[in-house]
């Protein structure tokens, strides 16, 4: 009979980030609210940091900058400090690393979303992320289609849709940012269009033809004279027999007319009275 050997049990792997703080715990449980308990959470806060930014550095390929994820690591950190119980028998580390890692993730979650969108669509693009991940390990390593995600997750073809454009709501583009693949110095910014200026022209056009068609014969060929054919006061003056101190004056109030004209057409219509036309009881 042959002998029977057994393979040696790997030993879990300690970080020299887990300081041995069992005693400090343990007095931290027993002192009131005060001076003492503060200083003896900030002296635990400190000792476990590098625990917490050894956490964060975890997620440092998601968008978000090494700083801001230790800055929230620190906090759940906190939390962990001040919430751990040492007489329920859990290790310290078992129940800090869940709070930790919660208060990153909820920071994901809730403030680097650059569109908002609901919760629901959170959850179902992280996943559709997941899937894509696990199914694009396969021999043709190409992007799963929609279908193949919702097969793999379950999921309806029309919450799978709603998980992939989330995926792209995550992050927006600065307006600086090249508008194609090469840098050829043309940003987003510059693909969008400018104020057209003969708008406001075409609209000036239509909004005095009814005034001019209003105005006496003499009047508007005055003006068709003076700016549709560019001549001046005293050519006009001489092709109409009259002085050019009178086109003048006819130039002016053809002008001023036309103006009031349309300013008035402009101007939105004044309510009536609320009293006006009542009839009494």
């Not at 715990?25 to 001076?35: H, I, K, N, T, V």
């Not at 919660?102 to 997941?130: S, Y």
């Not at 005095?208 to 068609?213: D, F, I, T, Y």
């Amino acid at each position: 009979m042959g002998t029977v050997r057994y393979r040696p049990q790997r030993a879990r792997h300690t970080h020299d980030d887990a300081p041995d703080t069992t005693e400090d715990f343990q007095r931290l449980a027993a002192l009131p609210e005060g001076p003492e308990r503060e200083e003896l959470c900030n002296r635990l806060v400190e000792a476990w940091l590098p625990m917490a930014h050894r956490l964060a550095a975890k997620y440092r390929s998601r968008g978000e900058s090494l700083e801001d994820l230790e800055q929230v690591a620190a906090l759940g950190l906190v939390k962990a400090v001040n919430r751990y119980d040492p007489s329920q028998g859990t290790p310290f580390v078992p129940f800090a690393v869940p709070t930790i890692t919660g208060e990153i993730r909820r920071h994901f979650r809730d403030h680097t979303w650059d569109v908002h969108v609901p919760r629901r669509v959170q959850e179902l693009r992280n996943k559709v992320r997941t899937a894509i991940r696990e199914l694009s390990t396969t021999a043709d390593d190409r992007t799963p289609s929609a279908e193949r995600i919702a097969e793999h997750t379950g999921l309806s073809l029309e919450d799978v849709e709603a998980g992939l454009e989330a995926i792209g709501s995550f992050r927006s583009l600065s307006l600086d940012a090249s508008a194609g693949d090469s840098d050829d110095g043309f940003s987003l910014a510059d693909t969008f269009g400018a104020n057209e200026p003969d708008y406001d022209t075409v609209v000036a056009k239509e909004a005095v033809k009814p005034c001019l068609r209003a105005l006496p014969e003499r009047q508007r060929r005055v003006l068709y004279m003076r700016y549709f054919r560019d001549m001046t006061q005293s050519r006009i003056g001489k092709e109409l027999g009259i002085s050019q101190m009178h086109v003048s004056r006819l130039l002016s109030k053809s002008v001023e007319h036309v103006r009031r004209q349309v300013e008035h057409d402009r101007r939105p219509a004044r309510p009536r009275c609320a009293g006006a036309g009542a009839v009494r009881a």
